[in-house]
């Protein structure tokens, strides 16, 4: 899940870099490093532990034409100087972004000749491989080098004496980026922003040579290959603040935005959505995370709207239960990077066996969409805070559209103009709806229980995800039943029960939910749209109002206020909310 950047041309290019990888830090923040390739063809290396920031006084005596750097999530090795990469061996220096999955047996063969190993990652050894494989030919080493390794990896090698940036790509991805007298390659586009006019990305086992003045590239055999260009459509305005304190905040108040170009979208591509899901008998949602609770959302939808089949399966473990699958099962993959690993493995599967595969993401050119039948747009924009918010509404809108399209071969004007409201809902959400107290007592508790039932217990998996990883306060999300069934154990003092209850019909089983706890000396607040249901727990517990989006868009609403409750206690708790610990945003391996 790291993000890596190259550049070769006339310009600084440790500066170009620096700048690329603080678009890409969304990917990783434990350490970042830099490697610059100077005129007289000696290689200099920056690297520390921490933000991309700390490098900024260390490039400013680094001069050359080409560079490549890297931003870390860790997966082998604990973040610190000397596991960040780049890596170097000999005349070789590397940043990667992936897992070697045979590393240990690769080393094997360095420590068995008592070579000095300075780091405790899995990269390491690919830089080791590549100075041996080395003889006059830099791009021959890096393939003589991939065809050994086992994994994921994108790569990206210079070599002293050499003007050129050499480029590996399996399943991790790699975008390349075309300029005049300069050229560009990256993990993702945003890194691009305003760099060059034409990008395009490279398939499974590709490789690339960059020069200053070209781009060659050749797929597994070493072959000549092209690739599709397209325009490099990525906007530098995605990292301004607005004013706002954190991007969370910033994007947050963009979900009405995210929901109303959505909509907006959803037209064009609505005639080869419903020719990709004709004669479908069946659906599975995929998803991780965030994008696992739309799923969920997703399935309600298809069942209650066309009367049909629906599963909701996180990604993972539908790539190793020998999913049964037939040529009448719809499968929508959902990812808001489009290049969740376990995701686009899963959708291929999922291909290989016969599904119909709709890709419902918010990147258009991403590894989903380039293996899916058809891509339904997430119109999120640019999301840089690590934990989804606008983007999880975007893609509920797009599950939402996608269902009633299925149920009723296309979407009415008037099933539209309901949609058209929600925006303006949510914002009057954001602007009036004060969870303050609410996310302080969060903040303060030993726990936090989301209960709901139906929809409602969908989002309070979302709830309840967003406040671990932006808050790091212990959080579950439970269907209000089940409370009962073990959970009502650790209720006391200490402990919040935040009860979503956005359908009347179901609010009576879920209101039971709230005086277990209150009886049991538990703390418990109300979220719900219901005046009636408001006027039952006001004065007894914390209770919040929303607007009235009716029972099937509720969802819409109801996580802009467990969104914003996750917001606020980490702000209370003096967080980063933008940048938890241990997390990145697009997760790019298993």
Request: with cysteine; glycine share 8%.
């Amino acid at each position: 899940m790291c993000g890596i950047m190259g550049y070769i041309g006339g310009k600084n290019a440790a500066e170009n870099v620096l700048e690329g990888l603080k678009r890409l830090e969304y990917r990783g923040y434990d350490s970042a490093g830099i490697a610059v390739l100077d005129n007289k063809g000696t290689i200099s290396v920056v690297k520390r532990q921490g933000r991309v920031i700390k490098l900024e006084p260390l490039i400013k005596n680094l001069q050359g034409g080409a560079a490549i750097g890297h931003t870390r999530w860790a997966t082998h090795g604990r973040p610190c100087d000397g596991n960040a990469h780049p890596h170097s061996a000999g005349r070789i220096t590397i940043v990667h972004n992936g897992i070697i999955e045979n590393y240990a047996e690769l080393k094997k063969q360095f420590t068995d000749e008592d070579e000095t190993f300075f780091s405790e990652t899995d990269s390491e050894v690919v830089a080791k491989l590549i100075n041996k494989n080395y003889n006059g030919n830099l791009l021959c080493a890096l393939y003589k080098t991939v065809c050994v390794l086992k994994g994921s990896y994108a790569l990206m090698a210079i070599c002293e004496g050499v003007d050129a940036i050499a480029v590996a790509k399996c399943k991790s991805s790699v975008i390349l980026g075309f300029g005049s007298g300069e050229n560009y390659c990256a993990s993702d586009e945003p890194a691009l922003a305003g760099k060059c006019s034409e990008i395009c990305s490279l398939e499974d086992y590709d490789l690339a040579l960059i020069t200053r003045k070209s781009i060659q590239i050749f797929d597994g055999n070493l072959n000549p290959v092209s690739r599709t260009k397209r325009p490099n459509t990525a906007v530098s305005a995605s990292l301004d603040l607005n004013g706002y304190p954190h991007y969370m905040l910033k994007e947050l108040h963009e979900v009405p935005a995210s929901i109303k170009n959505t909509v907006s979208a959803f037209p064009e591509v609505c005639g080869s959505y419903l020719k990709a899901v004709a004669g479908a008998d069946r659906i599975i949602l995929l998803g991780c995370g965030t994008a696992y609770h739309a799923a969920l959302i997703g399935k309600r939808y298809f069942e209650c709207f066309a009367r049909i089949p629906a599963e909701a399966e996180t990604s993972g473990e539908f790539r190793y239960k020998n999913p049964v699958i037939t040529k009448n099962t719809a499968v929508l993959a959902i990812s808001q990077s489009g290049e969740t690993a376990d995701t686009v493995e899963a959708a291929r599967l999922a291909s290989s066996l016969g599904a119909k595969v709709v890709a419902v993401t918010n990147a258009p050119y991403s590894r989903l969409t380039r293996i899916s039948d058809v891509s339904v747009p997430v119109e999120a924009g640019s999301e840089i805070c690590v934990a989804a918010t606008k983007s999880y509404t975007g893609q509920v809108a797009a599950l939402y559209l996608c269902a009633l399209a299925f149920a009723n071969g296309g979407i009415s004007e008037k099933e539209l103009s309901e949609l058209e409201k929600i925006p303006k809902l949510c914002k009057t959400a954001l602007n009036d709806i004060n969870v303050d107290s609410l996310a302080q007592m969060c903040a303060q508790s030993h726990g936090v229980y989301f209960i709901g039932k139906d929809l409602d217990y969908a989002v309070a998996l979302e709830g309840s995800l967003k406040l671990k990883e932006v808050s790091y306060v212990p959080s579950e999300g439970y269907p209000a039943g089940e409370l009962k069934h073990g959970t009502l154990a650790l209720i006391d003092g200490n402990t919040v029960s935040v009860a979503l209850m956005f359908d009347e019909k179901l609010s009576e089983k879920c209101s039971n939910a709230v005086e277990q706890v209150l009886s049991r000396g538990g703390k418990a607040a109300v979220i719900t749209d219901s005046e009636t249901i408001a006027n039952k727990f006001r004065n007894r517990c914390s209770v919040i109002i929303m607007p009235n989006a009716g029972k099937y868009l509720s969802p819409l609403v109801s996580a802009v206020a467990v969104q914003a409750i996750a917001y606020k206690c980490a702000v209370f708790l003096g967080r980063d909310p933008d940048k938890p610990r241990n997390l990145a945003k697009s997760v790019t391996v298993e």
